[in-house]
């Protein structure tokens, strides 16, 4: 049974920082490309940043220079480390597992960030 289990969301405020994590079992971790989304209400959902499994990132370029995405294959963990977050960074952040190989493809439940003052 494949799991994405994410937390280190809260309440912080504006200009603060968080660090959230999803941990990853059922799957070789080390073989897929892990994922950040985000969706506010109202809105679609978003890709905040990706990690390869090669290591290669990328970043929406609304949160480029303040997010940090990194992996530790030995625990199956992905990191999304948020500074200087603003009130827009506020949502539902939810992790992603993608290997191109049969399109596998995996969500986690989400955990909520709300930036306010």
């Known amino acids: 049974q494949v799991q994405l289990v994410e937390s280190g969301g809260g309440l912080v405020q504006p200009g603060g920082s968080l660090t959230l994590s999803c941990a990853v079992s059922?799957?070789?971790?080390?073989?897929?490309?892990m994922g950040w989304y985000r969706q506010a209400p109202g809105k679609q959902r978003e890709l905040v940043a990706a990690?390869?499994?090669?290591?290669?990132?990328n970043y929406a370029d609304s949160v480029k220079g303040r997010f940090t995405i990194s992996r530790d294959n030995a625990k199956n963990t992905v990191y999304l480390q948020m500074n200087s977050l603003k009130l827009e960074d506020t949502a539902v952040y939810l992790c992603?597992?993608?290997?191109?190989?049969?399109?596998?493809?995996?969500w986690g439940q989400g955990t909520q960030v709300t930036v306010s003052s």
């Open positions: 059922g799957i070789t971790f080390r073989l897929y490309r």
């Open positions: 990690i390869t499994a090669g290591g290669n990132t």
């Open positions: 992603n597992a993608y290997w191109i190989v049969g399109s596998r493809d995996y």
